[in-house]
Structures are given as C-alpha cells and as structure tokens.
C-alpha cells in the first residue's frame, strides 16, 4: 500500500502513511478534523488492536441538544473483549457546565487541583506516598488550611463548621469549631464524652443521666445574652460568673466575678426585667426578690390573723431520712394562703406524671410582720400607756 496525499497549493494537506500514521496540515489558520453525525447519532473516533475495538471517543453523545448548551457531551470509554462499553471506567465531560465525571479508581501522582467542586460516588482516599496511613486534604489557594489524618486522629487546621458529619475515632480540632446543628458523642444510647486538651485529661461526660466535668471547673461567660465570649478558664474576668464544681464534696462552688457581690441574677423575659438576684459580702448572703414600688399597685391592709389561725404547724420527720423537722402541709396550706403554695405536675422518664408540691416559707414573712405590728397595737391598747412611748399604729 501506497502513502494516500492529497496537496492544496501545494502544501501536503491529508496524508495517510501505508504505517498507519495520519497527518493533517492546514494552509493557513488552525488544524481542525470534522467528524460530522447525523441528528440522533455520535462522532466517534475508535481505537482498535488486531482488529478487535478497545477505546471509543465519542465527541457529541447522543444526547438530544434542547438549547442552552446541553447535550451532546464529551465521553472516552474503553471497550472489553467482548466489544461492550465499559461506561463504569470512563471520563465524561459536560458540554453545557464542564464538570469531568471519572468512573472507576482514579489514582493522582502529585497535586489535585479543583477550581470547583470534586464529586465522588464512591470513596475518596487521600494518603501520603511514604506514609500511606496518612493523609490531609488542603482547602484553599494558601495551603494553610486542610483536614487530614495523621494516623491516629482527625486533624482540622482552621475552623470547622459541620453538617451532618458522622466519625468513627477521635476528631481533633485545633481553632474553632461551629456546628449549625448538633454533635453526638455517644459512647452508647445513654452515655457519651468530649475530651479536652492534648492529653484528654479534660472531659465532659454523661453517664447515669447526669453530666461529669472532670479534671477541671466550668467556667460560664457573661451574663448579658449579647456577650458569647467565655470567660477564660482559671481567670473571675470582671462581669463573668465562673463557677467550680467541687470534685471532693460534689457541691456547686459560685465564686464572685473580682469587683463585684453579684453572684446570681435572675430575671424573667429579658435581660431589663430583672426579679431577684443573690449576693454575697465577705461574710454572709443575701437572697433578694424584685420589691420595687413602680412594680406594685392596688395596695391594700390584710387581716393576717386569720391566715396564722388556720395554718397548722407540726412537728414531723421525713420518711426519707428519718430526720426531723418543723413545717406545714402543703396540700392544707394551698386552702388557707395559696401564694405560698407551688403544685406542678411533671412527666418523668417512664411516661408518668409526678406531683410536686412545695411551700415557700418566706412567704409567710409579710404575714408575720402584720401579724406582729396587730399584736403590738393591741398591747398598747390593753396596758393604756397612752402618752408613753409611740402609739405603734
């Protein structure tokens, strides 16, 4: 076989070698080879050994073109010896958007570059060459920030924010951590544990239904709702309540912020609405509820006599501990003086409601004081000191 030439002006346009080789010149302008299909078919270009098909080009899927750039993508496929398409293993390319789709295991020797999003199906394996148990994956034209693996724990250099992220091992984060939902720790249905510091001897854990701060105090950050800044563990920050919890006695420690006796600060709505607070000097407590004028109207005189007369008062012991006390019975004391009296029903774990009723005693405080200011009076009255002294009324 002969060497198949064709010449425009001269210039060796087409020539097709009896070794197989094509070539194609232009005379002026860009090379360009046309495989032009029909509507309904592809351009296809295929590449055969010892006359069996192995890999197919297709330039021009038969995908119907609607407009707006789709259809008609790019694929490169192999062909199995049974001249099947092997479609699992090929590379497409979108003509409309330009994503490339890769079927099969695709092995990268050196650095992956993505100016878009890269897409996976299946697994995504990042391991170093030297060390295959590792492997980090850097985000970002600046290489500073990534996620990897170094064999033994999640490492995240920057600040993560996750969605639904599910972790079979530890995760490492150093920086911030921001969640828009919630993180699970489960050691199991009922239990679970963070850890803290790079010798994890800092912990948070549930256990038994009750939340463990080990190896360490919980340190609360300001009490304005605007101010999210933790207050530093160790530090009483002026206008933070840092609180220890005790590990010998398991009681609750609340430690004044430096410059202030404000230890506690309730309020009820908003920050300006505030009802009762408690605080402290170096000596003693002092327990405060809201009394302000501007909060009261409708004042008036009670007869305090007649709540004292028919509240009754016994000496009792608690089935509990067997200790004694002195005190009424709620249950009669809601008939007789009702604002003293809390009764709320709560759900419990196994789905029953439980009753609790409780007396507040300070409540019985006004009662008292009225009480004391008609005895006075009356005694004023029965021993006729007129003149002597200050009529208490």
């Not at 993180?183 to 994890?200: E, K, W």
């Not at 609405?273 to 002092?286: H, Q, Y």
């Not at 249950?331 to 709320?344: E, F, L």
Request: proline share 2%; net charge negative; hydrophobic share 40%.
């Amino acid at each position: 076989m002969a060497n198949t030439e064709s010449d425009i002006s001269g210039i060796k346009a087409l020539t097709v070698r009896k070794d197989g080789v094509t070539a194609v010149r232009t005379v002026a302008g860009d090379a360009m080879l046309e495989l032009a299909a029909l509507p309904g078919h592809t351009a296809q270009l295929t590449g055969t050994k010892n006359g069996a098909a192995r890999w197919n080009i297709r330039m021009g899927d038969a995908t119907t073109e609607t407009g707006g750039n789709t259809g008609s993508d790019f694929w490169l496929f192999g062909v199995d010896d049974a001249a099947a398409t092997v479609t699992a293993s090929g590379i497409t390319i979108n003509r409309k958007l330009g994503n490339i789709g890769l079927g099969g295991n695709t092995t990268v020797s050196g650095t992956l570059t993505a100016n878009g999003y890269i897409s996976t199906l299946a697994d995504l394996t990042v391991q170093r060459g030297g060390a295959p148990t590792t492997g980090y994956m850097f985000l970002g034209n600046s290489g500073t920030r990534y996620l990897g693996w170094d064999g033994t724990q999640f490492a995240f250099n920057g600040p993560l924010i996750a969605g639904a992220t599910s972790i079979t091992g530890t995760l490492a984060v150093a920086g911030v951590c921001t969640v828009n939902n919630s993180i699970v720790s489960a050691l199991d249905a009922n239990n679970g544990a963070y850890y803290f510091g790079s010798s994890f001897s800092k912990s948070i854990t549930v256990s038994g239904g009750q939340f463990h701060f080990n190896g360490g105090s919980a340190w609360f950050g300001a009490v304005n709702a605007s101010v999210d800044a933790p207050c530093a563990a160790g530090t009483a920050a002026s206008g933070a309540w840092p609180m220890g919890v005790s590990a010998v006695d398991r009681g609750i420690l609340f430690m004044q912020a430096s410059g202030s006796n404000l230890v506690l600060y309730f309020t009820q709505g908003s920050t300006a609405n505030a009802v009762g607070s408690v605080n402290t000097s170096s000596v003693a407590t002092v327990y405060n509820t809201a009394s302000s004028a501007e909060l009261k109207e409708d004042l008036k005189s009670f007869d305090a006599g007649n709540i004292i007369d028919q509240t009754n008062v016994y000496d009792f012991a608690w089935k509990k501990s067997g200790e004694r006390s002195c005190g009424v019975i709620a249950q009669q004391a809601i008939d007789v003086y009702p604002m003293a009296v809390t009764h709320t029903e709560v759900k419990v774990p196994d789905g029953e409601v439980s009753e609790f009723w409780g007396v507040d005693y300070s409540k019985y405080v006004p009662v008292l004081l009225q009480e004391l200011k008609a005895l006075r009076a009356r005694v004023f009255e029965l021993e006729g000191r007129v003149g002597v002294g200050t009529n208490p009324a």
